[in-house]
């Protein structure tokens, strides 16, 4: 699949019970041969009204997180969700709709051949290493996703409830950051 083939089979799904619930899907922003791959989790109301990831208060944090390391979305920059429709009133996503959406994600990564893979939370780390640990242990290691080189952080939404946990992303994007520079 391309990426308007991708995009088409995005829009028109109806392969788990959220798109019911949902207002539109949203299937990413950014730059298509982006080196700064950036997951988040599901849609949240502001994302699912307006069609683009992060677009609300968490997203506004992590424009200034990414402004404070000279990046801005859509330059060098992609991000995308685990899910691409939003859970009903911002519930946990469930195992089978993660099942049956992440291929689309998957396939969004092999499209951008990113230089790194941020996951932002427990769903897009667990999701992307099919692992089933916390983000404490997974933080401040280089893993790897289909030989892609993936940080993991915590996600913005949880940074706006835990402002000390900033210092800690803070350094998971320059861990990101030097993965970057090194490969
Ligand atoms: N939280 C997410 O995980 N993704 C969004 O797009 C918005 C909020």
Redesign the pocket.
């Known amino acids: 699949m391309d990426w308007a083939q991708l995009r088409a089979k995005v829009a028109g799904c109806t392969d788990c019970k959220l798109r019911a619930g949902c207002s539109q899907t949203?299937f990413g922003v950014g730059d298509e041969k982006a080196q700064w791959l950036l997951v988040?989790?599901?849609?949240?109301s502001?994302?699912d009204r307006l069609g683009?990831?992060?677009?609300?208060q968490?997203?506004k944090l992590l424009d200034n997180m990414l402004a404070a390391i000279s990046l801005h979305r859509g330059s060098n920059v992609y991000?995308a969700?685990?899910l691409k429709c939003r859970p009903p009133g911002n519930r946990d996503p469930e195992p089978d709709e993660v099942a049956k959406c992440a291929p689309h994600l998957w396939r969004q990564i092999q499209l951008i051949q990113p230089k790194v893979i941020l996951a932002?939370?427990r769903?897009?780390a667990q999701t992307l290493l099919g692992s089933d640990a916390t983000i404490a242990s997974l933080r401040g290691k280089v893993h790897q996703y289909a030989g892609v080189p993936l940080v993991v952080t915590y996600?913005?939404?949880y940074l706006l409830r835990n402002l000390p946990d900033k210092a800690k992303a803070w350094a998971d994007l320059q861990l990101a950051k030097q993965t970057v520079a090194e490969h």
């Open positions: 949203v988040g989790e599901a849609p949240g502001e994302e683009d990831p992060f677009v609300g968490a997203g991000i969700n685990v932002m939370g769903f897009a996600h913005p939404a």
